[in-house]
């Protein structure tokens, strides 16, 4: 592996410059301000924001086409730039990339395509002495069929490793233990001839889902933790956690709803809690930050993992603001629907204020680029920004995936053989099988995971700027005009807009803790929202219209002197019309001659 960048860097010292500082006058006196390097002292989770990277598009430093932790290095004044406060990397553990990384050989070590443990150690350093905190990918509810214990596990009923995994005869006259489909190929069972049973997997048959269950596997997933944890990461976002604990016995699902008809009986089982505290006391010992992964949780059931001090999970990943354009999963398309987003942003908030913490987020890389989906490409730069106020001033942390912060969009690839997710081929193949080619392809436009994994595109130069070679993967030919570098020195770029909405969020005590309302819930055009704390009151609003709309205020609103702390427009011209996407942040301010 060639020592590009990365070690280059490191001989000159600290804050040399990165492929984007050197395109900015911005960035330079911002990576210079390290902070305390101390990565878990004991700050309050809840005013963090968050960054997160699936290296392999993010940025490629040593010259393979594939991103790496070289380039992560290289970006860390980036990120500092933008003003997130910690990193969670996407698995980047060694993985037959089945399903790109979250389909592990070797929790212990780091994929050779993104480097080796020294070198992740450096990327962490660099990070805490930026006053950043990481994150690393837990994914325990399965493993890769190549990890060593599955192969042992195959090798019969009596071995160390026997009970690590769900294994069962069939039932008989050949059939499959039970019906349960899994979420990504077929049905959750698959035939292995060498131990001649079934094995489990509720994902891709290359990742059979480990046996909770056995105290030796919940073991092992505490050993994985420390040994992060002693190695001085922040904590974790623990992948579909919920599914750890299936019910006893098995027992058939629906038989409807084909993706998911076992998930009543894989998802929040009998031992959920109790397997959780156990990892949540060694999260403890170390002040461990833990994010859960839970697909489909209602609120109720999410405030048992969530709430007191004794809770088991510091916020949760919940998916209903994820289906405001489809029925479960972007693969059953529906037109957008903005009232449908706003139940789902509400809901969250009215049911965890005062008792547990959102975790904020519209993309990540489970699904299409926002704005393809909730937004408008003709009003690229102000449905960005307006999508990005939306949520990112709600109260919890707010979350950003790799690419949102410029805008990137969604790509169409002209067949499904140039797809790579596995969930994707696995749709187009299995689901809506009598629809033409055509209109099955276009499904995949809308949905498919691919679109938010095409390679970062840091400036408008060969491949983008995230290699020198040509990318692993196809890069969105509207690099040109969609990039970090144009946007770091455009005033109103989307870029730059993130970067003050999570300037004002991390200075305002209001904006971070404060209490949460909607106004005007039916509004199919506006949403429109306010946080409030001691007596400050600031309103979010944003035009979700493509036509010039008049500005709705609260009827106490109305009237009262405010000041505009944000927006998305350059300058207002008439005060009461919002413009296409427009978004204004303000801050109600205390009458003259009031006392209040
Ligand atoms: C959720 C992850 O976010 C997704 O990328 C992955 O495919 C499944 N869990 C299975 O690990």
Not at 33 to 44: H, L
Not at 174 to 194: D, H, I, M, V, Y
Not at 535 to 555: A, D
Request: overall charge neutral; hydrophobic content about 35%; proline content about 5%.
């Amino acid at each position: 592996m060639s020592e590009f960048a990365f070690d280059e860097e490191i001989r000159q010292e600290e804050g040399a410059a990165s492929a984007i500082r050197s395109e900015t006058a911005e960035t330079p006196a911002v990576a210079e301000e390290a902070e305390s390097g101390s990565s878990r002292s004991a700050d309050d989770f809840r005013r963090l924001s968050f960054y997160q990277i699936w290296i392999r598009s993010f940025a490629d430093g040593n010259g393979d086409g594939i991103g790496d932790l070289y380039g992560v290095y290289d970006k860390l004044p980036y990120l500092k730039y933008l003003g997130v406060d910690a990193i969670w990397f996407s698995p980047i553990y060694p993985s037959p990339n089945a399903d790109y990384g979250y389909d592990i050989s070797d929790y212990k070590n780091i994929h050779p395509d993104y480097g080796t443990l020294d070198q992740f150690k450096r990327v962490l350093d660099k990070a805490h002495s930026l006053g950043m905190k990481v994150l690393m990918d837990l994914v325990i509810n399965h493993t890769s069929d190549e990890h060593p214990w599955f192969k042992e596990s195959c090798k019969g009923r009596d071995n160390p490793y026997s009970d690590y995994y769900i294994w069962r005869d069939g039932r008989k006259k050949g059939r499959l233990p039970n019906n349960w489909n899994s979420q990504f190929e077929g049905k959750a069972w698959e035939w292995n001839e060498e131990r001649g049973q079934y094995y489990l997997h509720v994902f891709a048959k290359k990742q059979p889902d480990l046996n909770m269950d056995n105290p030796r596997v919940r073991e092992e997933v505490k050993d994985i933790m420390r040994f992060w944890l002693d190695m001085g990461v922040d904590g974790f976002r623990e992948d579909v956690i919920t599914f750890i604990s299936k019910r006893e016995g098995l027992p058939n699902g629906l038989p409807f709803l084909p993706a998911i008809n076992g998930m009543p009986h894989y998802k929040d089982g009998p031992h959920i809690m109790e397997y959780l505290e156990e990892f949540r006391a060694v999260a403890r010992e170390y002040g461990a930050i833990q994010i859960g992964e839970a697909p489909y949780t209602p609120t109720k059931t999410a405030l048992r993992y969530m709430s007191g001090e004794d809770r088991v999970l510091d916020m949760m990943i919940q998916f209903d603001t994820m289906t405001a354009d489809c029925f479960m999963t972007e693969y059953v398309h529906l037109p957008f629907s903005l009232r449908r987003l706003k139940r789902a942003f509400s809901k969250w908030q009215y049911a965890l204020e005062g008792k547990a913490w959102n975790a904020l987020y519209l993309e990540n890389h489970d699904h299409p680029r926002v704005i393809s989906r909730y937004g408008s490409r003709l009003f690229w730069r102000e449905s960005g920004t307006c999508l990005c106020a939306a949520y990112m001033l709600q109260q919890g942390c707010p979350f950003i995936y790799q690419g949102q912060e410029i805008g990137m969009l969604n790509i169409h690839l002209p067949s499904i053989d140039h797809y790579l997710d596995v969930a994707s081929k696995n749709a187009y193949h299995s689901f809506h099988l009598k629809e033409p080619a055509k209109k099955r392809l276009r499904r995949i436009h809308l949905s498919s995971r691919d679109s938010a994994r095409t390679p970062v595109q840091w400036t408008a130069g060969r491949y983008a700027g995230f290699s020198k070679v040509r990318p692993w993967f196809y890069l969105n030919h509207n690099y040109k005009h969609i990039n970090a570098a144009a946007q770091i020195k455009d005033p109103a770029s989307i870029l730059r807009f993130y970067r003050r909405c999570l300037e004002l969020r991390k200075g305002s005590e209001t904006l971070i803790y404060g209490t949460y309302r909607e106004y005007f819930p039916k509004s199919r055009s506006h949403y429109v929202y306010e946080r409030a704390l001691n007596g400050e009151r600031i309103l979010v609003v944003c035009s979700f219209s493509h036509i010039p709309t008049l500005l709705r205020l609260p009827k106490d609103w109305i009237g009262k002197p405010k000041t505009l702390l944000l927006g998305n427009y350059a300058k207002i011209h008439d005060e009461d019309l919002l413009r296409p996407y427009e978004t204004r942040v303000y801050r109600m301010e205390a009458a003259a001659g009031s006392t209040d």
